[in-house]
């Protein structure tokens, strides 16, 4: 019996195998030489409902979009520029680069320059932080792409990388904060691994291979990533097939790159190796300790993982509907990571697609909690579910804004904001089916 178990296991593991490699074959790699053409594929032959798409422009027009490029298992589909911007035009990834980086720590871990478990101190030398040095050695590299270094991201400029900026507030692990200093500093470890400098890395390990061109520039005490548009969407194929460039393995540590886009600490679930993750139960936003209900990006595949920069730089990646989406452009609004604009996408992006990938059901209207516009500006709308019986808004430092009880009868309220702070806010209602929770953004 033992036997049999053993074989018909490996008989499953080899047909899954198989399936995982036919399903990496379909996806098509745009050729190394970026003066060849990259195949494209009509909407119309994919059943996408083409009416939509003046739609989805011009809500990214809106939005001071400058580049929209949609991928269906790595063909393009839609591509898009605003005013004088091409498909020539270089610019700025913001934090979204920071995904690049996380390839490229994998790829040092992998190489064995580096460990996950090393103290950052092995290769900044002791005193890189303003903490004690018992607690600043407990900082290792895992601490850094994961953003629970334990240093206190609420100074003056969080981006701020000396060590009198790097102060100790909690011991590493123990806490999460979205704080850019610490991961800045991660290229100075890469650099110090590997003898290289960072650009040079960046070029050996993963632009000659897959094509991708672009610089790292240093802005402040910043280091950032730009490119073409169509470097972010190779960026973006690449990690679809697992960190495969057609048959070139580019990074074959399984285990890293499972890790890097699943939770990777129980703090922040919508976090992985500085990937942002949807479906998850539970989210944190930067500057906050607050674990906000629900994903992040409702209207997106729960399978949906991202990089996402200031100003609405984002790649988007859905492996189970094989759409890969980058958006360039300025801000839409102050927020650092812009959660709800890459749902927005979503939302449109759907709509075009002709199909629901949002990872909630859709419910009936006056099962739902309705909040328009969001982001709000001056006049926030809430339409509530029948039954409900109060509402409460709180800021995100969880400071009460409104708490109101509703009678019966009511369905509607309309709300001034023109006097909120900017930032994000939770809108609760109170139904006979429990507490019902959204966010709202107030630009």
């Given at each position: ?286 500057t906050s300790q607050i674990v906000f209900p629900g994903s992040y990006a409702p209207d997106a595949p729960p399978d949906m993982y991202a990089a996402i920069g200031k100003n609405g730089q984002i790649l988007s990646i859905a492996p189970s509907s094989g759409i890969v989406f980058v958006r360039m452009g300025d801000a839409n609004n102050s927020n650092s990571v812009p959660f ?104």
């Amino acid at each position: 019996m033992e036997t049999y178990r053993s074989t018909m296991k490996h008989i499953f593991l080899f047909l899954l195998f198989l399936s995982f490699q036919a399903k990496s074959q379909n996806i098509y790699f745009p050729p190394v030489n970026n003066n060849l053409p990259w195949d494209t594929l009509s909407p119309q032959s994919l059943g996408w409902c083409t009416d939509k798409i003046d739609s989805l422009y011009n809500f990214l027009q809106i939005e001071k979009s400058k580049a929209f490029i949609v991928l269906k298992d790595g063909k393009i589909v839609l591509e898009k520029y605003f005013g004088t911007f091409t498909k020539d035009s270089v610019w700025y990834w913001a934090s979204a680069g920071k995904t690049i980086t996380s390839f490229l720590v994998g790829k040092a871990n992998e190489d064995g320059i580096l460990k996950l478990g090393d103290s950052t101190s092995k290769f900044l030398g002791t005193g890189w932080t303003n903490a004690l040095p018992n607690k600043e050695g407990k900082i290792t590299i895992r601490n850094q792409i994961t953003m629970t270094s334990g240093l206190d991201d609420g100074v003056p400029d969080d981006n701020c990388t000396i060590d009198t900026c790097l102060n100790y507030l909690a011991d590493a692990g123990t806490r999460w904060a979205y704080h850019n200093g610490p991961y800045t500093l991660l290229e100075k470890v890469l650099e110090n691994a590997s003898g290289q400098n960072i650009n040079v890395y960046t070029q050996q390990k993963l632009k000659s291979q897959t094509g991708i061109t672009g610089s790292w520039l240093t802005i402040g005490y910043d280091n950032v990533f730009f490119s073409k548009p169509r470097s972010m969407a190779r960026f973006g194929v690449l990690i679809q097939n697992k960190c495969k460039w057609n048959n070139t393995v580019m990074l074959g540590d399984t285990a890293y790159i499972r890790q890097m886009v699943n939770t990777s600490q129980q703090l922040n679930k919508s976090y992985g190796y500085l990937w942002w993750l949807n479906g998850k139960s539970s989210f944190m936003a930067p500057t906050s300790q607050i674990v906000f209900p629900g994903s992040y990006a409702p209207d997106a595949p729960p399978d949906m993982y991202a990089a996402i920069g200031k100003n609405g730089q984002i790649l988007s990646i859905a492996p189970s509907s094989g759409i890969v989406f980058v958006r360039m452009g300025d801000a839409n609004n102050s927020n650092s990571v812009p959660f709800t604009f890459c749902s927005q996408i979503w939302k449109r992006l759907n709509a075009v697609i002709c199909q629901t990938t949002a990872s909630n059901p859709v419910l009936e209207r006056n099962e739902v909690l309705e909040i328009f516009p969001n982001p709000t500006k001056d006049q926030l709308n809430l339409r509530f579910p029948q039954g409900t019986t109060e509402i409460q808004i709180t800021d995100i430092l969880n400071r009460e804004i409104l708490n109101e009880k509703i009678s019966f009868e009511e369905s509607e309220k309309v709300l001034e904001t023109r006097n909120w702070k900017t930032g994000c806010y939770l809108v609760r209602c109170l139904t006979n089916k429990g507490w019902m929770v959204k966010r709202v953004w107030k630009d």
